[in-house]
């Protein structure tokens, strides 16, 4: 069994910062992928943020951050604006004790930007 727990989002005023946390916990062997999307309404999800690249509306404003020793991904978010509101979930990609791999969603955190 494996928990993904998401905190950190909430109602901020554009301009303003949120940091998004996502641990990981369970029948954990390895972690291999710990990213970041995001779902507006009527909107597809789409990528915030990986190890190796970042969404083009990011423009520098976001980083992602992982702490393996605690299975914690976070995504530090400044300077946000209001077309950054929206459900922001983490995906884990990871081998669980019994070695099968497995790919598990968190279940979401509300981002509200006004303006």
């Known amino acids: 069994q494996v928990q993904l727990v998401e905190s950190g989002g909430g109602l901020v005023q554009a301009g303003g910062s949120l940091r998004l946390s996502c641990a990981a916990s369970?029948?954990?062997?390895?972690?291999?992928?710990m990213d970041w999307y995001r779902q507006a309404p009527g909107k597809q999800r789409e990528l915030v943020a990986s190890?190796?690249k970042y969404g083009d509306f990011v423009k520098g404003r976001f980083t992602i951050s992982r702490d393996n020793a605690k299975n914690t991904v976070y995504l530090q978010m400044n300077n946000l604006k209001p077309e950054d509101t929206a459900v922001y979930y983490c995906n884990v990609q990871l081998t669980n004790l019994y070695g099968i791999e497995g790919d598990y969603w968190g279940q979401g955190t509300q981002v509200t930007v006004s303006s």
């Open positions: 369970g029948s954990i062997s390895s972690i291999n992928v």
């Open positions: 190890s190796t």
